[in-house]
């Protein structure tokens, strides 16, 4: 018998990073050597822009210029920010501008060429990022992409559109219809956020009549969320609504997840009703900037995870969806041509006020993985899945994609991995082929043919996180995943995992 000790070590990690933009930014920028900082989930670096003609008139850039760089990734993110009504800064003379890792796009009407042709009352329709003509002014976005390179950004990294209040619900069209403006750019778009998304005319939309107005000859299904999703243009982006407008609309809200839901589409969304601004009285939505932490960014050129019909969902004029589920694209995770391994995550939210009920302890959620890479899923190939003790067989239908149904995952601060693979014998799984299919094996990620369980309490001695006390929930302790909470001991010098 052995005498395993974990001791909880805290280490600082301190992380080097170079000067680091795509490119020679040294063409366009003065940047100090070492110049390095963070804001939240990432780095930044801090430039001066010194040559025309990236220097607009007025001398708008006396201020630095900071790229946003997720960590691990020395390139900068290509971030376009729709500003809402009011414009930002409230001048129209002035192009595009990059501040603070993103791109600012103002509605003004001397930025499109055609704008008087589509006001409505006088107003200009250009403010609300939807009333204009479709396609011939969505090259708009496609230039600030471009702008974007030539200030420092990825060009191959993806593309994040984010707005505020009618640029909020200006990003979701826009969206729609870079996709149809603009191929490269269009395939490119990875996340959408809509923030304070002022969101009566895209519930409106298309049968307000001031839409006919304003979209005068242009094709209204080209930003219509429901066809556009139904044709699949939407699969690979992942759409963030934060908060909601000052309309009391929750309609649109119910509708857009209704209508991610239905066709498998990454959405995620917390809003309320009733209040133009992130707080409302008595709510305490949490309002994620963007993802929690790097290794849960969405990447173009990775998986893309969608989970639908999640149990903890609350749809209703204050709710939330998708809350508190989270996936991990760091060292776990693997498309190879064996498996597919995605860890995820399930943290409950109470206390959310409200008419909010607190979320269940454990979430049943559909989770699909899109963009399935080295894996064979040519439709009909069938594949296993495991889940801790929870396994399957699904049968793919779409290439590209597989969908695992009715996963539990309880609360945890932990991530489980989801592994979905090859098996030799789909109707017989051994994943770590000791000899035990995965339903019956008590460590079915760990070859142990001998099933050794000393506190039989159905966790082979192999995986169990306390080999000596039954612990069949295999609950964590709070330092060490590894070490069950049944396991724990506190001495003076410390906290130690007694595991024998
Ligand atoms: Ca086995
Ligand atoms: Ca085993
Ligand atoms: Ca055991
Ligand atoms: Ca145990």
């Not at 990022?129 to 974007?148: I, K, T």
């Not at 017989?428 to 460590?443: E, I, M, S, T």
Request: hydrophobic share 35%; charged share 15%; net charge negative.
């Amino acid at each position: 018998m052995k005498t395993l000790l974990s001791l909880l070590v805290c280490l600082v990690a301190s992380q080097a990073f170079g000067q680091g933009t795509s490119g020679d930014p040294d063409d366009f920028f003065d940047c100090p050597p070492g110049e390095v900082g963070t804001y939240g989930a990432y780095n930044t670096s801090q430039c001066y822009v010194d040559q025309a003609p990236y220097v607009p008139p007025g001398g708008y850039w006396n201020h630095p210029v900071v790229f946003l760089h997720e960590q691990g990734n020395p390139q900068a993110d290509i971030q376009i920010l729709l500003s809402g009504w009011t414009t930002m800064p409230t001048t129209c003379t002035d192009p595009n501008f990059w501040e603070d890792g993103y791109v600012v796009v103002k509605p003004c009407a001397g930025h499109w060429p055609d704008v008087t042709l589509h006001q409505v009352g006088g107003i200009n329709p250009m403010g609300w990022w939807g009333y204009f003509s479709g396609l011939s002014n969505s090259w708009r976005l496609g230039l600030a992409a471009s702008q974007a390179v030539a200030y420092g950004g990825d060009p191959n990294g993806g593309l994040t559109l984010l707005g505020f209040s009618y640029g909020g619900a200006g990003v979701i069209l826009q969206s729609m219809l870079l996709r149809q403006a603009d191929s490269y750019w269009g395939n490119q778009i990875e996340v959408v956020h809509s923030y304070l998304p002022h969101t009566l005319f895209v519930k409106n939309f298309p049968n307000d009549p001031s839409v006919d107005l304003a979209w005068l000859n242009a094709d209204k299904t080209l930003a219509d969320f429901g066809l556009q999703a139904q044709q699949g243009n939407l699969d690979d982006i992942y759409y963030r609504v934060t908060g909601t407008s000052g309309d009391a609309v929750s309609d649109f809200d119910l509708q857009f997840f209704s209508l991610c839901n239905q066709h498998k589409i990454a959405c995620f969304g917390t809003w309320h009703a009733g209040v133009h601004s992130i707080l409302a009285p008595g709510i305490n939505l949490p309002f994620l900037e963007r993802f929690p932490g790097p290794d849960s960014n969405v990447d173009i050129g990775a998986m893309l995870v969608v989970f639908t019909n999640s149990t903890a969902n609350h749809l209703g004029p204050e709710g939330h969806y998708n809350l508190g589920l989270e996936w991990n694209m760091g060292p776990d995770y693997v498309d190879s041509a064996a498996e597919v391994t995605v860890p995820l995550r399930y943290r409950q939210k109470t206390n959310l006020g409200g008419t909010i009920p607190d979320q269940p302890s454990t979430v049943t959620v559909d989770v699909t993985m899109r963009r399935v890479q080295a894996l064979d899923t040519t439709p009909g190939t069938q594949l296993n899945w495991l889940f801790g003790y929870q396994t399957g067989l699904v049968t793919t239908t779409i290439d590209g994609e597989v969908t695992v149904a009715g996963l539990n995952i309880d609360n945890s601060e932990y991530y489980e991995d989801l592994i979905i693979y090859v098996a030799a014998d789909p109707n017989n799984p051994d994943y770590d082929n000791d000899g035990w299919v995965d339903q019956l094996d008590n460590c079915p990620l760990v070859s142990n043919p001998a099933q050794d369980d000393v506190d039989s309490d159905g966790v082979g001695d192999a995986c169990d996180n306390c080999i000596s006390i039954a612990n069949p929930d295999q609950t964590p302790s709070a330092f060490d995943e590894t070490c069950g909470a049944a396991c724990v001991t506190m001495w003076c010098g410390g906290t130690y995992c007694i595991n024998q």
